[in-house]
């Protein structure tokens, strides 16, 4: 399976679809021409493109489908130094990186990583640098140690990449891949009739997140909400609504009238006396309601489906205030019986079962010692969530043909994920490889004012007020905002979302209300503060034309550290794809917020000649719009006036 993170020098002519690579070349170098906002810079690179397509080497894989300029000018240094060393361009091509400090270069290639013996690394990139031809496309090319360093040509680069991403628009640094590609997203998946807790917030922000990306780079991306609407807590529910339901707040609030009942049924059952015959326990009604659900009996099912029902509607309006949109709401209780009776009967075929106290065990010590034994079905012949997890992936596969699917569970179900993959390996399904689960730490100290159950919909209202109340304290600022309390309302969840996403995801984090909403530093409302600025510039000059720029005149230091920060945008959502981190883009959105930040001081746009002003605002245009399509990426929506 063809995997959109792989190397553009390993993709594309092991497709099978391009079998007459000459027949090909114009309809690719014409596709190429359209796709990158192109000058007579980039007609080198393009040639040579088509050159290496019509060798038919391993090379360039989705250079047809996804040129971005960088990609180009990579193109243009592997071929040459093909040219002057015994080292192939593909391998030069796969060595070339971004420098991680500005400093020293734009992209750099380690040369100890061609492994060449005959020649010292630090001797090979000095004659590298020495050889290398002259060009336009650099303003400097130095070998520092072992490492070649190439700056590339300011000018080039204001010449390409802001009208790349002025073409491009919000679809700069998305990909496209060379065949279909499936990927389901399970994330979020709370428990009806129980809290919304940290846990499932981290979830469906990270999820979240992944999905956006997953779909930016040119994946068929199915959300899933994989919903805990089955089990003995539903049996507990009708006990407890049959005693302190009221149809009247199930309709108005279903989550916390849910979880009300749930709480006073559970004090019930804490508080019941031994001497209680157990049919007539809170325990024994519950073991046998939810006995009747998974027997079929309808009056059972139509009270579960009322539940369920209305969460659902309820979740739909909360997650609709971060951006989401589930494709499928599915859930313990979607899972086919035949698809766990079928799972069962693998198991004894392959001799994995045995018997312990009426219950039916898996043994998977025999695979993995530190995988253990465990339940997959009670002695009173009830299945349990691992059994229905089984059941729900192989249902899954069937219905979908997914070329991967993702878990987004916290890291406290590691055991129980590695074991839902080893069972799914052992029971010879090659599909098993192709499933990941994408962990996360733990969120200490989340609560509310109002005690210490977080529901979703409690954080973000109580976000939206502290920022309303920052907001009105400026009362010339807030009368200008058309909707004061929507845009309160996207900066809390902004900064929600960032304080979640900044550090990587397997690491525990403190919520902390004070520095979440802070306008300083890099918060949520901070980015956001950033975007509405470069978008009040823009509005402030709606009578220059950006379209026809002498970028000669950009020459300030502070605009060549940012055109460079925003040529490397379409990398960086590469390099996420490979960790499927969130603080990836984050920490890289702050970088170019900053940088825009100390332009300020130096590239003014209002009081100047036409033509200094419209170069300047056709840099902070291009930096708006990178700005915007991470924050799109994050799950975030961009305000334009705070």
Known sequence: MLRASCSPYRLLLVNSCIRNIPRRLKYIRERTLH???????????????????????????????????????????????????????????????????????????????????????????????????????????????????????????????????ANKRQNYGSRKLPSEQKVIVEFSSPNIAKPFHAGHLRSTIIGGFISNLYETMGWDVIRMNYLGDWGKQFGLLAVGYERYGDECLLEMDPINHLFDVYVKINRDMEKETTDIPYDESVNGQAKNFFKKMESGDQDALNLWGKFRSLSIKRYVDTYARLNIKYDIYSGESQVPKDKMDNALELFREKKLLEESKGATLLDLTKFNKKLGKTVIQKSDGTTLYLTRDVGAAVDRYEKYKFDKMIYVIASQQDLHTKQLFEILNQLGFDWASHLQHINFGMVKGMSTRKGTVVFLDNILEEAKEKVLSVMQKDAAKYS?????????????????????????????????????????????????????????????????????????ILTEPEAVVLIRLLAQYPDVLKAAMKTLEPCTIVTYLFKVAHQVSSCYNVLWVAGQPDDVAAARLALYNAARQVLHNGMRLLGLTPVNRM
Do not use: C
């Open 35 to 165: 796709s990158v906002s192109t000058s007579n810079d980039l007609v080198t690179p393009l040639n040579i493109i088509s050159n290496e397509l019509s060798k038919g080497s391993n090379s360039l894989a989705d250079a047809h489908l996804n040129p971005t300029i960088i990609d180009l000018v990579k193109t243009y240094i592997a071929h040459e130094i093909g040219k002057i060393s015994p080292i192939d361009s593909p391998r030069v091509y796969d060595a070339i990186n971004w420098s991680s400090n500005l400093n020293d270069g734009d992209l750099v290639i380690p040369v100890p990583q061609f492994r060449e013996k005959s020649i010292p690394p630090q001797e090979l990139a000095s004659q590298l640098a020495n050889k290398f031809p002259k060009s336009e496309y650099f303003s400097g090319i130095i070998a520092k140690g072992p490492f070649l360093q190439f700056f590339i040509n300011p000018k080039f680069l204001f010449e390409n990449i802001i009208k790349d991403i």
């Open 480 to 552: 200008l905002i058309e909707n004061p309390e929507k845009v309160a309302d996207l900066i809390g969840v902004s900064a929600v979302m960032i304080q979640d996403m900044q550090s990587k995801r397997i690491n525990n984090y403190k919520f902390e209300w004070s520095r979440m909403l802070s306008f300083e530093g890099d918060t949520g409302p901070y980015l956001q503060y950033a975007h509405s600025r470069l978008h009040s510039i823009a509005e402030a000059h709606p009578t220059l034309d950006t379209t026809k720029v002498n970028f000669n």
